[in-house]
T-cell receptor
Framework: GAVVSQHPSRVICKSGTSVKIECRSLDFQATTMFWYRQFPKKSLMLMATSNEGSKATYEQGVEKDKFLINHASLTLSTLTVTSAHPEDSSFYIC??????????FGPGTRLTVL | AQSVTQLDSQVPVFEEAPVELRCNYSSSVSVYLFWYVQYPNQGLQLLLKYLSGSTLVKGINGFEAEFNKSQTSFHLRKPSVHISDTAEYFCAVSGKDTNAGKSTFGDGTTLTVKP
């Protein structure tokens, strides 16, 4: 099956700094990528939908200026958490959908903000 | 809009026993239905999906699920579980009018298989 990678898998940063997370589709072109946030023992919360070459569509309640999403190519989307605070600590998961609209998930990135 | 309810937050079961993880959904439009498995600190892996056709769907690792439109359910079953099936399981739904990636997830069911 299709593979989606995320980098880094784990990141620890100081409060106030910015962190960039990459999501890549390794063997297919993804016109649409999705970013989710998962709290411990909780379900996935869709943060935004990212389309190549256009602005991301954010879900209600997600701060656009805090979670910057860029979809520069058909295989790469990035999520930048700006001015991170401890409450931003979470597990961030991306997914990419192929032409058949099947969704493939990345392995996730554990963000810890000190 | 859609919603998903996974009726059991935790399901403990002994090895080689059968298991059923329950999922109910609500939607104003026709839906696609999915079950995913998540192992600790990993992303989600698709177990199976219902798009159309036969209501009994078979997936990987011996799992199957049955779509019941009248009861708006999509319960996941396995006749004999293994220790390695211990994981978090998520039921998800997406409207046929949207990109399948825009799914709504249930809160998850923790399956613990005991020896």
């Amino acid at each position: 099956g299709a593979v989606v990678s995320q980098h880094p898998s784990r990141v620890i940063c100081k409060s106030g700094t910015s962190v960039k997370i990459e999501c890549r589709s390794l063997d297919f072109q993804a016109t649409t990528m999705f970013w989710y946030r998962q709290f411990p023992k909780k379900s996935l919360m869709l943060m935004a939908t990212s389309n190549e070459g256009s602005k991301a569509t954010y879900e209600q309640g997600v701060e656009k200026d805090k979670f910057l999403i860029n979809h520069a190519s058909l295989t790469l989307s990035t999520l930048t958490v700006t001015s991170a605070h401890p409450e931003d600590s979470s597990f961030y998961i991306c997914s990419a959908s192929d032409r058949d609209n099947e969704q493939f998930f990345g392995p996730g990135t554990r963000l810890t903000v000190l | 809009a859609q919603s998903v309810t996974q009726l059991d937050s935790q399901v403990p079961v002994f090895e080689e026993a059968p298991v059923e993880l329950r999922c109910n959904y609500s939607s104003s439009v026709s839906v696609y239905l999915f079950w995913y498995v998540q192992y600790p600190n990993q992303g989600l892996q698709l177990l199976l999906k219902y798009l159309s056709g036969s209501t009994l769907v078979k997936g990987i690792n011996g799992f199957e699920a049955e779509f019941n439109k009248s009861q708006t359910s999509f319960h996941l079953r396995k006749p004999s579980v293994h220790i390695s099936d211990t994981a978090e399981y998520f039921c998800a739904v997406s409207g046929k009018d949207t990109n399948a990636g825009k799914s709504t997830f249930g809160d998850g069911t923790t399956l613990t298989v005991k020896p």
